[in-house]
């Protein structure tokens, strides 16, 4: 799809990326426009899927899920075949699931409550995927910075 995204539509979504549940009068404002002319931009920007969802981002402490992973998967597919990558994607504890170049066919950011939980997750998740010929595991001590957001330039060029 393409995009064709102004300075104005860049705006938009650098302000609702930091802050979601802005309204739509503030972003007005801040724009200097008409709300119903930010309403109908917003409402483009979700439609051309240059907005794909709105989240509240949860503190994984508060919910008991401290320990977070990631894991490398070697497979045993055939190049461009996702047949593993959708039963990985389809783990709750299952954040992210990248296809990536290499050795591995896939890593996956996985967060649980504990070891206990992680090694659950392998024998009782992993192992029942067919395709998976090998796992390796990284365990986070600490966290430095963990963010979604995306640089969004000020023009596209």
């Given at each position: 799809?393409?995009?064709k995204l102004d300075e104005i539509d860049l705006k938009i979504l650098?302000?609702?990326q930091d802050n979601a549940r802005i309204n739509n009068s503030e972003?007005?404002?801040?724009?200097?426009?008409?709300?119903?002319?930010?309403?109908?931009?917003?409402?483009?920007?979700?439609?051309?899927?240059?907005?794909?969802?709105?989240?509240?981002?949860?503190?994984?402490?508060?919910?008991?899920?401290?320990?977070?992973?990631?894991?490398?998967?070697?497979?045993?597919?055939?190049?461009?075949?996702?047949?593993?990558?959708?039963?990985?994607?389809?783990?709750?504890?299952?954040?992210?699931?990248?296809d990536i170049a290499g050795d591995d066919g896939y890593i996956v950011?996985?967060?649980?409550?504990?070891?206990?939980?992680?090694?659950?997750?392998?024998?009782?998740?992993?192992?029942?995927?067919?395709?998976?010929?090998?796992?390796?595991?990284?365990?986070?001590?600490?966290?430095?910075?963990?963010?979604?957001?995306?640089?969004?330039?000020?023009?596209?060029?």
């Amino acid at each position: 799809m393409e995009y064709k995204l102004d300075e104005i539509d860049l705006k938009i979504l650098r302000m609702m990326q930091d802050n979601a549940r802005i309204n739509n009068s503030e972003l007005a404002r801040e724009l200097g426009m008409a709300p119903s002319a930010v309403l109908e931009r917003v409402k483009k920007l979700e439609h051309k899927d240059a907005i794909v969802a709105y989240h509240a981002r949860v503190n994984p402490n508060a919910i008991n899920q401290k320990m977070l992973s990631f894991i490398f998967i070697k497979v045993d597919e055939i190049i461009g075949d996702e047949n593993t990558g959708r039963a990985l994607a389809e783990i709750p504890e299952v954040l992210e699931v990248h296809d990536i170049a290499g050795d591995d066919g896939y890593i996956v950011k996985v967060r649980t409550s504990d070891s206990i939980a992680l090694v659950n997750l392998m024998r009782n998740s992993l192992s029942k995927i067919d395709g998976i010929i090998s796992t390796r595991t990284i365990i986070v001590l600490q966290t430095v910075k963990e963010d979604n957001k995306l640089i969004i330039p000020d023009t596209l060029e």
